[in-house]
């Protein structure tokens, strides 16, 4: 399985980004991130169908995860952005534990790209 992950970079608080992450097949699909010093922790994840989406609490009505599934790229939109939304995002896939993902697990997982908000 091959995740392309993209669209990080620097940006102001209160701005947004959009990141995106094309994968070589069909898989519930989320993101993850992991600031300096700290654990990855689980941001967001959405089933193939599109059908149910997961979010963290604390990017809840801020981060918006969708999919193009004739494009087998997910996106992840981030709005409202804060400093402490600064990490390496990754983009990760399962095949069938979807309900996992908020707990930090995947069956497959693609390079970071970084995100810094400054303040």
């Known amino acids: 399985v091959q995740l392309q992950a993209s669209g990080g970079g620097l940006v102001q608080a209160g701005g947004s980004l959009r990141l995106s992450c094309a994968a070589s097949?069909?898989?519930?699909m989320g993101w993850f991130r992991q600031a300096p010093g700290k654990d990855r922790e689980f941001v967001a994840a959405i089933k193939w169908s599109g059908g149910r989406a997961d979010y963290a609490d604390s990017v809840k009505g801020r981060f918006f995860i969708v999919r193009d599934n004739a494009e087998n790229t997910v996106y992840l939109q981030m709005n409202s952005l804060k400093p402490e939304d600064t990490a390496v995002y990754y983009c990760?896939?399962?095949?069938?534990?979807?309900?996992?993902?908020?707990?930090?697990?995947?069956?497959?997982w693609g390079q970071g790209t970084l995100v810094t908000v400054s303040s």
């Open positions: 097949g069909r898989y519930d």
């Open positions: 990760a896939a399962t095949s069938s534990n979807f309900a996992t993902m908020n707990r930090g697990q995947a069956d497959y």
